[in-house]
């Protein structure tokens, strides 16, 4: 889980198992900051007093040395119990700062704006987000935009809880599932026009996406697909590969490759009803 904000002082709570040891790790881009990492016991709170101080960090920074504080915390209570960390900027000017946690819940705020870590938060790659795969709803540990130059993040958005060729199964979740979704929709656009650059690429995913006319900074310009296309699109057509793929998204799946005027598909390994019957399989497997 990974929290990304600016400046002040903060509270997130989270639970850890009984004899369970978690990890918390704070660093942040001014050196010139001096920041300190704070955890308390949540417990407290959930009764309406004030969280308890347990422990903070008081190493010296701000003078160029690193900009990082970590801090172990160990739950002997017996019972699952809620903690939390704070944040307290003892000097120098405001900064953006990232959180960790290794061996504990699910934060409470977990994904706050400018929430993606790098590489996603890279101004030049395609960062996709997850949504659930029959909802359509964004999963809750989908990270959110913008980065930290006020670029619009995620790109667009691909379904999880799905099946791929190594793994079947509901537990399929994470942006790392969805990804793949994003990478193969490029690998089909980059086989019909292989002389499009990065940029082309990423504009070609984003224009056509579910939200193309309404990005928002939590699903990007939406879900990635080929078959809609949104009015401003009007170039850039006619390849066989191309119009395969849009006749699959609109016309269905049928036997054999589709004639649309003048083009067809050639001859492939992989008929286009083989590869319906697999996807088929795949997909009941994880109803």
């Given at each position: 889980?990974?929290?990304?904000?600016?400046?002040?002082?903060?509270?997130?709570?989270?639970?850890?198992?009984?004899?369970?040891?978690?990890?918390?790790?704070?660093?942040?881009?001014?050196?010139?900051?001096?920041?300190?990492?704070?955890?308390?016991?949540?417990?407290?709170?959930?009764?309406g007093g004030p969280p308890t101080l347990i422990v903070c960090t008081e190493n010296p920074q701000g003078s160029g040395e690193p900009a990082t504080e970590l801090l172990e915390l160990s739950n002997k209570t017996g019972a699952a119990h809620r903690y939390g960390y704070g944040l307290v900027r003892r000097s120098g000017p405001q900064t953006?700062?990232?959180?960790?946690?290794?061996?504990?819940g699910p934060l409470t705020h977990a994904n706050p704006a400018a929430s993606i870590g790098v590489p996603g938060n890279m101004a030049d790659v395609i960062t996709v987000g997850a949504v659930a795969w029959d909802t359509g709803r964004l999963q809750p540990y989908s990270a959110w935009g913008p980065n930290?130059?006020?670029?619009?993040k995620p790109e667009v958005v691909g379904p999880d809880e799905t099946?791929?060729?190594?793994?079947?199964?509901?537990?399929?979740?994470?942006t790392s599932y969805a990804a793949p979704h994003v990478a193969g929709l490029v690998a089909l656009m980059l086989g019909a026009a292989p002389e499009m650059s990065p940029s082309q690429v990423k504009s070609r995913i984003t224009d056509r996406a579910s939200l193309a006319e309404t990005p928002d900074y939590k699903h990007g310009w939406g879900v990635a697909q080929l078959g809609n296309l949104p009015s401003a699109i009007t170039a850039i057509r006619g390849h066989w590969a191309e119009v395969a793929i849009d006749w699959a998204f609109t016309g269905g799946i049928t036997d054999g490759c589709p004639t649309l005027k003048e083009l067809t598909c050639p001859d492939l390994a992989v008929t286009r009803d083989e590869m319906f019957t697999f996807l088929q399989r795949l997909g009941s497997a994880t109803s």
């Open positions: 889980w990974i929290e990304v904000t600016s400046g002040g002082i903060e509270h997130n709570a989270f639970t850890i198992n009984p004899e369970d040891t978690a990890e918390v790790s704070l660093s942040w881009n001014n050196p010139a900051t001096d920041l300190d990492l704070c955890l308390f016991d949540m417990q407290v709170a959930t009764t953006t700062y990232e959180t960790r946690t290794w061996g504990t930290h130059m006020g670029d619009r099946a791929t060729s190594g793994w079947v199964g509901a537990d399929n979740t994470g």
